[in-house]
């Protein structure tokens, strides 16, 4: 089966380009879901370029191929290099954020970054979190867990996105689960100067008989050493896999009931738009929790991916809904 990011990134950059990037490798590709189990979903997406894309035409502008960087950031009195993927135009005021799940790295969002190559007035972000990907690990004192990464997101956002900007920025943060409960805290933080997040497969509430599946199949021996060694070939720190399971990991403010976490005090300020996509299959994003979700947030726009389990795959259905969030023009 071809890999149809090549097939994209030929279809669409046939023409002058202004960087170039090594192919990614079989770990690039690979998404891990978060109950300890390989999602292929990326490896099976199926764009069709021919039919869905036209070559860029405009002779003034090219795009900027994934180009790997590197943004420091301090907590405590240490300095740590956070790395992120840009792609597009570099100067569009339109500017989607991806934010990884729990085990993800930024090359879960690789689909996405060579669908949107064709569009000049917007970009692409994704971001490795601390002990993932290129990003360096926490010191030896500092454990992993949710305020680290809010603190970390935050900064980047502050001295990168806003502060460098000297026009009105139209930001949209996707969040794929865990990184889609951090958008949802970041809509607080930030409030109106983003323009909307979209979860993948996550809502406002968590079932604790969700969580109760994900540290048992990461304490299982058999799941945990498929992590393990799937976390080996993504460079996931071995430490961020134990710390993870802490119940001191989700260190951020929430309501608990019978039912799970809640985190709609994170929504309740926030006036922007809201997007959901979720996997018709979902053991975490349930239809119950989908309708929950509906009845809190006012004009919440869904995407439902047929058979699609946790998280839900970026295919062209997925790519085209947020596309259309983002008021990015075909």
Request: a negative charge; one cysteine or more; hydrophobic letters at 40%.
């Amino acid at each position: 089966m071809s890999n149809p990011l090549f097939d994209i990134l030929k279809h669409l950059l046939s023409g002058k380009t202004q960087r170039t990037t090594q192919a990614p490798s079989k770990a690039e590709l690979v998404i891990e879901n978060e109950i300890g189990e390989p999602n292929p979903s990326a490896l099976e997406t199926e764009i069709e370029p021919e039919e869905s894309m036209e070559v860029i035409s405009d002779p003034h502008w090219s795009p900027v191929l994934p180009t790997t960087e590197f943004f420091e950031t301090e907590s405590g009195n240490s300095i740590r290099r956070i790395a992120y993927t840009i792609s597009g135009n570099l100067e569009a005021n339109k500017v989607l954020l991806c934010l990884p799940g729990l085990l993800e790295t930024k090359s879960s969002f690789t689909v996405l970054h060579a669908y949107f190559l064709r569009f000049s007035e917007c970009k692409v972000i994704s971001i490795d979190f601390s002990g993932r990907g290129e990003s360096d690990t926490l010191a030896a004192h500092e454990q992993y867990k949710m305020s680290v990464y809010l603190s970390d997101i935050s900064q980047f956002l502050e001295s990168k996105i806003f502060l460098k900007s000297d026009k009105k920025v139209l930001l949209t943060i996707l969040g794929t689960s865990m990184g889609g409960v951090l958008a949802m805290y970041l809509a607080q933080r930030f409030k109106s100067k983003i323009y909307e997040i979209i979860l993948n497969d996550i809502a406002l509430t968590v079932n604790w008989t969700s969580l109760y599946s994900l540290y048992k199949s990461m304490h299982n021996e058999i799941g945990y050493s498929e992590v393990r060694d799937l976390a080996q070939e993504l460079s996931v720190d071995q430490r961020a896999i134990a710390e993870v399971q802490l119940p001191t990991h989700f260190d951020l403010s929430y309501r608990a009931d019978v039912w799970g976490m809640n985190f709609h005090d994170a929504l309740e300020v926030y006036k922007g738009r809201v997007g959901l996509i979720y996997g018709g299959d979902s053991k975490i994003c349930t239809k119950r929790r989908v309708s929950e979700a509906k009845a809190f947030i006012r004009n919440l726009h869904t995407c439902e991916v047929p058979g699609a389990g946790h998280p839900a795959p970026f295919d062209l259905k997925v790519c085209s809904f947020i596309q259309d969030e983002m008021s990015v023009k075909g």
